[in-house]
């Protein structure tokens, strides 16, 4: 791609300026190689006008991405859908079959019993092509799982993926299948242990759930919690159970936490797991609805209090696979998708947002990092914090050393 020959408020041409030069700035010359996953059309699928969930942000956040030439630093793949057989290495087949098969009309012929048992309603509606939806984002998922297992790839993201609240059985939170736990499965074939860190507004339930009884999987889950607040568990007390116990930690949160508090505590915690726990890999689940101003949201974090936490795991360099998750006001999710693809690329982005590419009116004259802190009053004292802090590293003093694996528990390959 060449650079634009207009000139723009934020691209003027001078006598320094050659042809191919860059609108963003390389911190360094890095050799992490990082993959972007990406079907566009995921982006054609609507749950319904009044519905929260937009998929067309994934469109945004794919062309700012493009506008900032960050596509030029990553290897990039259209993958191809998730198989029936590769969704029923964690769902059933009842649900699956019920997914293919419903559609908005077949659905109001159905019971309210069949309705209740499927978990369909406002949350979770039937809507045109929802299973093919699915597929395509879980698809992506397992592709950016299987470049990293192949050793093509260091860092792999999906911002279609990270749907946390998917159960077994059913739907939940606007989550269909759940792209994380199949991704992780696939990457239990290889890597001892898995890391899953969550930083959206909600509890990443469903994956707890899944990976509740093992020590192969750690789930770290920040969030706001006051029992009530959906999905309503995620409380401290939820560690998991048998040989799981202490590798499930959950950082429960109050209204308004703010950047400064939100990333210490995030670095505490997972400066404590990581060394401990010494995972294979890491899947970080990347919510935007953590983000001060969100819909739905009740934090106050700012793109860069919520990039940095994703650039202190990156700094590990540890494996990773980076999926998306909620979101709610879509132009600030799409800022944030691609704040955090510069900072997985180590690049520094232009705080106004180039204009051409066909999405500067959506961004104005805000552009990339809009004041979105503030908002909410910050109910998170130090007394409190101090407390979940402490809490969480409670845990880890049970783990003595990083769980071994009987290699023969691997389930063959697909
Ligand atoms: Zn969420």
Same mark, same amino acid.
């Given at each position: 791609?060449?650079?634009?020959?207009?000139?723009?408020?934020?691209?003027?041409?001078?006598?320094?300026?050659?042809?191919?030069?860059?609108?963003?700035?390389?911190?360094?010359?890095?050799?992490?190689?990082?993959?972007?996953?990406?079907?566009?059309?995921?982006?054609?699928?609507?749950?319904?006008?009044?519905?929260?969930?937009?998929?067309?942000?994934?469109?945004?956040?794919?062309?700012?991405?493009?506008?900032?030439?960050?596509?030029?630093?990553?290897?990039?793949?259209?993958?191809?859908?998730?198989?029936?057989?590769?969704?029923?290495?964690?769902?059933?087949?009842?649900?699956?079959?019920?997914?293919?098969?419903?559609?908005?009309?077949?659905?109001?012929?159905?019971?309210?019993?069949?309705?209740?048992?499927? =978990?369909?309603?406002?949350?979770? @509606?039937?809507? +045109? /092509?929802?299973? !093919?939806? %699915?597929?395509?984002?879980?698809?992506? #998922?397992?592709?950016?799982?299987?470049?990293?297992?192949?050793?093509?790839?260091?860092?792999?993201?999906?911002?279609?993926?990270?749907?946390?609240?998917?159960?077994?059985?059913?739907?939940?939170?606007?989550?269909?299948?759940?792209?994380?736990?199949?991704?992780?499965?696939?990457?239990?074939?290889?890597?001892?242990?898995?890391?899953?860190?969550?930083?959206?507004?909600?509890?990443?339930?469903?994956?707890?759930?899944?990976?509740?009884?093992?020590?192969?999987?750690?789930?770290?889950?920040?969030?706001?919690?006051?029992?009530?607040?959906?999905?309503?568990?995620?409380?401290?007390?939820?560690?998991?159970?048998?040989?799981?116990? =202490?590798?499930?930690?959950?950082? @429960?949160?109050? +209204? /308004?936490?703010? !950047?400064? %508090?939100?990333?210490?505590?995030?670095? #505490?915690?997972?400066?404590?797991?990581?060394?401990?726990?010494?995972?294979?890999?890491?899947?970080?689940?990347?919510?935007?609805?953590?983000?001060?101003?969100?819909?739905?949201?009740?934090?106050?974090?700012?793109?860069?209090?919520?990039?940095?936490?994703?650039?202190?795991?990156?700094?590990?360099?540890?494996?990773?696979?980076?999926?998306?998750?909620?979101?709610?006001?879509?132009?600030?999710?799409?800022?944030?998708?691609?704040?955090?693809?510069?900072?997985?690329?180590?690049?520094?982005?232009?705080?106004?947002?180039?204009?051409?590419?066909?999405?500067?009116?959506?961004?104005?004259?805000?552009?990339?990092?809009?004041?979105?802190?503030?908002?909410?009053?910050?109910?998170?004292?130090?007394?409190?914090?101090?407390?979940?802090?402490?809490?969480?590293?409670?845990?880890?003093?049970?783990?003595?050393?990083?769980?071994?694996?009987?290699?023969?528990?691997?389930?063959?390959?697909?």
């Amino acid at each position: 791609m060449e650079v634009p020959t207009d000139e723009t408020e934020t691209f003027a041409v001078d006598k320094q300026t050659k042809k191919h030069t860059p609108l963003y700035h390389p911190n360094k010359s890095s050799k992490t190689k990082v993959s972007y996953h990406y079907n566009p059309e995921v982006a054609n699928y609507h749950y319904g006008t009044l519905h929260p969930m937009k998929p067309f942000r994934l469109m945004l956040t794919d062309h700012l991405v493009s506008t900032y030439k960050l596509h030029e630093k990553m290897d990039l793949y259209t993958p191809r859908r998730a198989t029936k057989d590769e969704l029923l290495q964690f769902h059933s087949e009842d649900y699956i079959d019920f997914l293919q098969s419903v559609t908005p009309e077949t659905v109001k012929r159905l019971s309210d019993q069949t309705l209740a048992k499927f =978990n369909i309603g406002d949350d979770c @509606p039937v809507f +045109d /092509g929802m299973f !093919d939806y %699915s597929s395509i984002y879980a698809g992506a #998922s397992l592709d950016a799982s299987r470049k990293i297992i192949a050793g093509m790839s260091d860092i792999a993201i999906n911002w279609s993926g990270g749907l946390h609240h998917a159960k077994k059985f059913e739907p939940s939170g606007f989550c269909y299948i759940n792209d994380i736990v199949l991704c992780i499965i696939n990457l239990l074939r290889i890597y001892p242990r898995v890391l899953y860190v969550d930083i959206d507004l909600h509890h990443g339930d469903g994956v707890q759930e899944a990976f509740y009884t093992t020590d192969r999987v750690m789930t770290v889950s920040f969030h706001k919690y006051d029992g009530e607040f959906f999905p309503g568990t995620g409380s401290g007390d939820e560690v998991g159970i048998g040989k799981g116990k =202490n590798f499930s930690i959950n950082v @429960p949160l109050r +209204d /308004g936490v703010d !950047d400064e %508090s939100y990333v210490a505590l995030f670095k #505490s915690i997972m400066q404590g797991v990581i060394p401990k726990f010494q995972p294979s890999i890491i899947v970080a689940q990347c919510g935007a609805d953590s983000l001060g101003g969100d819909r739905l949201g009740r934090f106050n974090l700012s793109l860069k209090g919520h990039g940095s936490c994703l650039n202190f795991l990156k700094s590990f360099e540890i494996p990773m696979v980076v999926l998306g998750g909620g979101g709610y006001t879509p132009k600030n999710v799409s800022r944030l998708w691609c704040y955090e693809t510069a900072v997985l690329t180590d690049t520094t982005l232009n705080g106004k947002i180039p204009n051409y590419g066909g999405t500067y009116q959506w961004f104005g004259d805000e552009g990339l990092h809009p004041e979105l802190t503030g908002k909410i009053e910050n109910k998170n004292t130090k007394r409190y914090l101090e407390s979940v802090l402490q809490n969480s590293l409670e845990h880890l003093r049970y783990l003595d050393y990083a769980p071994s694996v009987q290699m023969y528990e691997i389930p063959p390959d697909l």
